[in-house]
């Protein structure tokens, strides 16, 4: 079973729909939790961090539910630039890395 | 800016060659991190250096894997006697301060395809 489990998807969605991603982490020594954005054949961003309280950035939420090991990300107002694949990663309270999900490919179509 | 380069940006070995791949991280950078990223996956890591000393190897999948950082800069990731398996995206990823919670930038890989 791998540490971060994601949805593969695709997930297609016109534009300015609302898209929710869920993503479960197994290690309950986890810690840390980040939302990255991977634009084809281009390197993973930062998209935000995730916190329990959860948080927003624009149309973006994080949302963290320690007791049932998920992390989710909702977007609002769908845009085509929001295409991308969006990667779940957590951090261990001692690891010096970060553990990556597979992704999940989102393609917004107008 | 200057942000994380790597070189080259794509190499084809044949089966038994060896390989090196360059990672140039943001200038100051404490912490370098390299990733291995097959087709439709996440990246997964591969080792971990504070300054010049590798802290984390744990993730090097085989002792055909050797990285180096000596002067606390540069990088270099080598592959011995190359496999078809270790055909992949190499990501290169630096970050500011020690450890793993900072936020990593990462450079646009190195494509490896091993025929």
């Known amino acids: 079973r791998k540490e971060v489990e994601q949805d593969p998807g695709p997930f297609n969605v016109p534009e300015g729909a609302t898209v929710a991603f869920n993503c479960t982490y197994s290690n309950s020594a986890s810690q840390s939790f980040f939302w990255y954005r991977q634009d084809c054949r281009k390197e993973p961003k930062l998209l935000m961090s995730v916190y329990s309280s959860g948080n927003e950035d624009g149309r973006f939420t994080a949302q963290l539910n320690r007791a049932s090991q998920y992390i989710s990300l909702l977007i609002r107002d769908s845009k085509l630039s929001d295409s991308a694949t969006y990667l779940c990663?957590?951090?261990?309270?001692?690891?010096?890395?970060?553990?990556f999900g597979a992704g999940t490919i989102l393609r917004v179509k107008s | 800016g200057a942000g994380v380069s790597q070189s080259p940006r794509y190499k084809v070995a044949k089966r038994g060659q060896d390989v090196a791949l360059r990672c140039d991280p943001i200038?100051?950078?404490?912490?370098l991190f390299w990733y291995q990223q097959a087709l439709g996956q996440g990246p997964e890591f591969l080792t971990y250096?504070?300054?010049?000393?590798?802290?984390?190897k744990s993730g090097l999948p085989s002792d055909r894997f050797f990285a180096e950082r000596p002067e606390g800069s540069v990088s270099t990731l080598k592959i011995q006697r190359t496999q078809q398996e270790d055909s992949a995206v190499y990501l290169c990823?630096?970050?500011?301060?020690?450890?793993?919670?900072?936020?990593?930038?990462f450079g646009p890989g190195t494509r490896l395809t091993v025929l």
């Open positions: 990663v957590v951090i261990t309270w001692y690891g010096n890395k970060l553990v």
């Open positions: 250096f504070q300054n010049e000393a590798q802290l984390d």
């Open positions: 200038s100051g950078h404490v912490s």
């Open positions: 990823a630096s970050s500011q301060r020690a450890g793993a919670y900072n936020e990593q930038f």
